[in-house]
Nanobody, 117 residues
Framework: QVQLVESGGGLVQAGGSLRLSCAAS????????MGWYRQAPGKQRELVATATSDGSTNYVDSVKGRFTISRDNPKNTVYLQMNSLKPEDTAVYYC???????????WGQGTQVTVSS
């Protein structure tokens, strides 16, 4: 099992910045991918950014150039630095981890990010 604990959400004005953190614990499994997804009211959950254990990253087009994902592999922690935030970034942000030989998905409880205009 993998437990994911997120922190860092909150309310910020448009143009501001927030940093999300997600720490994984409770596992000896190899965590292959860690990432962030988000879900706005009335919309489907979408991928925001992912980072593999070898350092490869991937971003949804709408956040490229504004968000940066990073990992601390020894600490099993992933970060999402969000700059130049826009009201359309408002959503619940979920941490995700893909672990083990079965590539099972694990999810955090979610953290609210609200960007006011």
């Amino acid at each position: 099992q993998v437990q994911l604990v997120e922190s860092g959400g909150g309310l910020v004005q448009a143009g501001g910045s927030l940093r999300l953190s997600c720490a994984a614990s409770g596992t000896m499994l190899r965590i292959r991918v860690m990432g962030w997804y988000r879900q706005a009211p009335g919309k489907q959950r979408e991928l925001v950014a992912t980072a593999t254990s070898d350092g490869s990253t991937n971003y949804v087009d709408s956040v490229k150039g504004r968000f940066t994902i990073s990992r601390d592999n020894p600490k099993n922690t992933v970060y999402l630095q969000m700059n130049s935030l826009k009201p359309e970034d408002t959503a619940v942000y979920y941490c995700n981890a893909v672990a083990g030989l079965t590539m099972r998905n694990y999810w955090g409880q979610g953290t609210q990010v609200t960007v006011s205009s």
